[in-house]
């Protein structure tokens, strides 16, 4: 006779046990290198407003065709062939820094005029080597998952100008492997840059409408900049009038209330993404929080199918289109899963 199924109960505090014994080797086995960074520190650039943004694209595409030149010298191929990439006609970036696992923040459409803007937030193992590729989906990236969401919405609503989006790899992301990642401290840094960007994100653009569209670790991102409250940059946080969080470990808050303020908060896992496993908790400064899909956080769960934890920009896809409702300000056009 086969041994008897383990209750739910039991099996959620394996995984709380397996995860407590990851979490020490983790801890354990990441430090730095120590190695000397070849890259130069971001130059000076113009301080943004409407007039200035062409002259700050050109800024930066200097700066990368330097840290191109860079790359070769030193041997550093995956990071060439990435900012070959960043290089093709058309791009727009309003920050790069190539030091460390690097930084970056593209722009797809106007973002002088647009009337909506939504910020991708990404999460763990996002560099500037797979800011457009990984893994053999564009999409799972800031800058490929930027244009298949630009896609999307043009479909939904042709008018030029009614959206601009905005990749926005603003801070250090943790290693998925790496200690960072269980707890809040990326999250806190990223948090305050991410506010930072906001207010002058409302200098160029001041009657925007913005949405956080925050993947995965990229949640306690967002969900740490919405705890902040309001603060001096006020003004440019009151614009953001949707959150939604997807794939998500968890956003650093108890509630959906504490999150939303004005704005509201959307959540959504796929059925093939592995964060339905990870234990939703917070001790001793290890975890990320409440699960945000489940009824008692309270957030407004919208329908992602069966996507796997990179898929829910994948073109086609459910998650994809309620993406692209949310960040067109329609909550009519996103649809709810069948079994919430």
Known sequence: ?????????????????ACAATIAGVLL????????????????????SPSTLDARYAAERRSIEQALTTAHAVGDHDRAQALGGFLRPGRHFLYFDPRGRGQAVEVVGDLARARRVALL??????????????????????????????????????????????????YAAP????????TDQRA???????????GRLHQVNPSARVGLLCHSYGSAVCGRAALEGSGPDGAAWRTVTDIAVYGSPGTMA?????????????????????????PHTRILGLGLGPDPVSRRFGARVFDAGSAGHSDY????SPSLRNLAGIA????????????F
């Open 175 to 182: 290693r998925t492997l790496s200690g960072d990642v269980l």
């Open 29 to 48: 086995t990441t430090a730095g290198t120590g190695h000397a960074d070849p890259y130069a520190a971001p130059g000076p650039v113009p301080s943004l």
């Open 1 to 17: 006779m086969p041994p008897p199924r383990p209750k739910p109960r039991t099996r959620r505090l394996r995984r709380a046990l």
């Open 313 to 316: 920009l994948a073109p086609g």
């Open 328 to 339: 067109l300000g329609r909550p009519s056009a996103v649809t709810r899963p069948l079994t």
């Open 254 to 278: 108890w509630s959906a209330a504490r999150l939303g303020g004005t704005a509201r908060v959307w959540a959504a896992r796929g059925t093939g993404d592995w964060t339905g496993d990870v």
């Open 188 to 198: 806190g840094q990223g948090a305050h840059r991410l506010r930072t960007f906001l």
């Open 121 to 170: 937030v990404p999460g763990a193992d996002t560099t500037l080597a797979t800011f457009d590729a990984r893994s053999g989906k564009p999409w799972s990236t800031p800058g490929g998952g930027a244009q298949a969401l630009y896609g999307q919405a043009r479909a939904l609503d042709p008018r030029p100008g009614d959206l601009a989006v905005v990749a926005w790899l603003g």
